[in-house]
């Protein structure tokens, strides 16, 4: 099975917080892991904030960032699934940013593995919802 993971697990593997050891779990879990190139921006600015805030250091920070494309198995280009992301953000009334990561599974039959429960909650109800594995549930 490939797993799509997201910012909100992807910034688990390196910043200790809740469900972070089953972020962690992810990294020796044998499927493929793949995103949206999004991710490192993303990742970029959870860095940032955190940063800002004194919760990590400069150094924690450049970990992150220059860490995170070797533990994917994949970055995909956006530009591949931008015109389904802003379908599917459009059906769902959400960001953009966060349909990327669905568009990925749905265009690879993967898994959209999240730690957002926002996102999940939006998508219980529709046709993504299978597509969908909380952080934490049973991989």
Do not use: F
């Given at each position: 099975m490939t797993l799509v993971v997201d910012a909100s697990v992807a910034c688990k593997w390196f910043i200790s917080e809740t469900l972070?050891?089953?972020?962690?779990?992810?990294?020796?879990?044998?499927?493929?892991?793949?995103?949206?190139?999004?991710?490192?921006?993303?990742?970029?600015?959870?860095?940032?904030?955190?940063?800002r805030r004194g919760e990590i250091t400069p150094e924690q920070a450049t970990i992150m960032v220059d860490e995170l494309p070797g533990l994917l198995d994949e970055l995909v280009p956006c530009a591949q699934i931008a015109v389904r992301a802003l379908s599917i953000a459009c059906a769902l009334d959400h960001p953009s940013y966060d349909c990327f990561y669905v568009a990925l599974a749905e265009a690879r039959d993967a898994r959209l593995?999240?730690?957002?429960?926002?996102?999940?909650?939006?998508?219980?109800?529709?046709?993504?919802?299978?597509?969908?594995?909380?952080?934490?549930?049973a991989i």
């Open positions: 972070s050891d089953h972020a962690e779990m992810l990294l020796v879990n044998p499927s493929a892991r793949i995103a949206p190139d999004l991710i490192v921006a993303e990742v970029c600015n959870v860095a940032r904030t955190k940063l593995v999240t730690a957002d429960r926002r996102l999940r909650s939006k998508l219980a109800s529709t046709r993504w919802a299978a597509l969908v594995i909380g952080l934490g549930e």
